[in-house]
T-cell receptor, first 111, second 111 residues
Framework: SQQGEEDPQALSIQEGENATMNCSYK?????LQWYRQNSGRGLVHLIL?????REKHSGRLRVTLDTSKKSSSLLITASRAADTASYFC???????????FGKGTMLLVSP | DAGITQSPRYKITETGRQVTLMCHQT?????MFWYRQDLGHGLRLIYY???????DKGEVPDGYVVSRSKTENFPLTLESATRSQTSVYFC??????????FGSGTQLSVL
């Protein structure tokens, strides 16, 4: 399976702390994407990092990609209660036109 | 408004009935997808389409039928609903190598 695997499955932190989520995958990729899902809602795209990129920033988000280890991490700095959601990585594998999602990390940020 | 629309938002049906979930996008994206989301399984791809009249199976296609006569529409039909098809269904669209845009989802209960 090409499926990405997020780690940890659940993460509980206080407001103001940083949250780090990891994603591992198995095949060569064109890009890797991170999505956020609030309870009961559709997924929202956060950031896309291409296979030739090592790091990307968007606001309080920082994504890294290590293709030699087939892994990525998502860092949310200075977390807020509104960041409480599930976060998914999705791999866009070479030779495929579909994205494969992991099972997600549930992030709880307490005030 | 530009976007991707799913209907209905909620559906309750009985085993053996045929159910069609609708999906409409306004971007003219080439690719459209149907995913189901279940606890413990994350998002799993049911079917996808690369263009009008071109469809292909995903990870869990059994019991589902799709069609794509127009670029903007991608309905998903459960030919004879079973309890195991109780799930939240998400439609999404994108261009190749780009991000996915998701609908709000259809929560389906099969009794």
């Amino acid at each position: 399976s090409q499926q990405g695997e997020e780690d940890p499955q659940a993460l509980s932190i206080q407001e103001g702390e940083n949250a780090t989520m990891n994603c591992s995958y198995k095949t060569s990729i064109n890009n890797l994407q991170w999505y956020r899902q609030n309870s009961g809602r559709g997924l929202v795209h956060l950031i896309l990092i291409r296979s030739n990129e090592r790091e990307k920033h968007s606001g309080r988000l920082r994504v890294t990609l290590d293709t030699s280890k087939k892994s990525s991490s998502l860092l949310i700095t200075a977390s807020r209660a509104a960041d409480t959601a599930s976060y998914f990585c999705a791999t866009d594998a070479e030779g495929y036109s579909t994205l494969t999602f992991g099972k997600g990390t549930m992030l709880l940020v307490s005030p | 408004d530009a976007g991707i629309t799913q209907s209905p938002r909620y559906k309750i049906t009985e085993t053996g009935r045929q159910v069609t979930l609708m999906c409409h996008q306004t971007w003219s994206h080439s690719y459209m997808f149907w995913y189901r989301q279940d606890l413990g399984h994350g998002l799993r791809l049911i079917y996808y389409s690369a263009a009008a009249d071109i469809t292909d199976k995903g990870e869990v296609p059994d019991g589902y039928v799709v069609s794509r006569s127009k670029t903007e529409n991608f309905p998903l039909t459960l030919e004879s609903a079973t309890r195991s098809q109780t799930s939240v269904y998400f439609c999404a669209s994108r261009e190749l190598d780009g991000q996915l845009f998701f609908g709000s989802g259809t929560q389906l209960s099969v009794l």
